[in-house]
Each structure stands twice: as C-alpha cells, then as structure tokens.
C-alpha cells in the first residue's frame, strides 16, 4: 500500500500532483541535498482529516484489533489523517527537484497505526515521530535529540517516497 498512489482504498490526496516523474525513465534512487534535511516543507493537504468505520481501513484483523481492541470493526469509529512532507533531492539521472512523502496516520479507541509512503505499516509509539522525519533519518547519540541522514543513508530508493517531482529548469 502506498498512501501517495494506489494506497487509501485508489483514493489520491487532492493536494498531490502526478508530478513530473513520468518524463522520461522515472528514478529509482533520490539523493538528499543535506544530512539534515533542513529544507524540508510540510505540504498542505485539503481535506486531509476524515472519520470511518474500522472496517473501512486497509487493514488486516491484527492492525483492527490495535486500533479498536475488542469493538466491532463495524460500529467502531476511527479518524484517519493526511499529512506530507517534502524535501530537496536529486534523482539518480542528475535532476534536482522535490521528493514528498505521504503519510496516512489512522486514530482508534485503543490504538493508532501509521502507513509511511513506502507502504510500511507501524503501530509502535516511534509513528509520531516518523510522520516528521525523511527516510533513513536517525537519532544521533547525545543528549539531545538531535536527528541526521548518516552518510551511508543519504541515497534512498525511490519507493520510499510518494512522488517526485524534477525542477522545472531541468
């Protein structure tokens, strides 16, 4: 499941663009421009907030028992929230331009689940944090919190982002 394509029941956020990535051979790796990631945006989602029942999500019984506990996925009410961000990147055929990233983050009674933009589905507390962070970001050690794309990390599969959309003057 991929929140930024096919994910969200075919649903496509409204504030994504189809992007520019089919021009040519779409990238299979994305570069970060800095360690830290500092220009990094939060895109606006229109309409990114909406309730349904349990059962409506995407999710197998074992991620609707976290969300819901013991309520009937049926009658039991989640809230699922949008939200994106994104970052200056270079793709693997030397074009710069915005990677973004689509996060889906549902709320039940019980519990709540996040589905990154490379479709991984994570019900430990660390989705808080993910929602905010580029893939490959980490924790450095020290007394603050301090987070950084290692080295090793700067260069991320493409699938790992939503969309990625080439500078116009490229």
Request: hydrophobic content about 25%.
């Amino acid at each position: 499941m991929n929140p930024g394509g096919n994910g969200n029941k075919g649903r496509k956020p409204e504030s994504m663009s189809p992007g520019q990535h089919n021009i040519g051979r779409p990238p299979t790796t994305l570069t970060y421009d800095d360690r830290a990631a500092s220009a990094k945006t939060y895109v606006p989602i229109k309409g990114g907030f909406q309730r349904m029942k349990a059962s409506d999500t995407p999710f197998e019984p074992e991620v609707m028992r976290h969300l819901v506990g013991k309520a009937d996925p049926s009658k039991a009410t989640v809230s699922m929230e949008e939200s994106a961000v994104s970052f200056p990147m270079t793709d693997d055929q030397g074009r710069r331009g915005r990677a973004t990233g689509y996060f889906l983050q549902y709320r039940g009674p019980r519990g709540s689940a996040l589905i990154t933009p490379g479709g991984e589905i994570v019900t430990e507390p660390r989705q808080h944090m993910m929602r905010n962070m580029a893939p490959g970001m980490k924790r450095e050690p020290g007394e603050f919190s301090v987070y950084s794309i290692p080295k090793d990390q700067m260069t991320q599969p493409a699938w790992k982002f939503s969309s990625f959309e080439p500078d116009s003057n490229d």
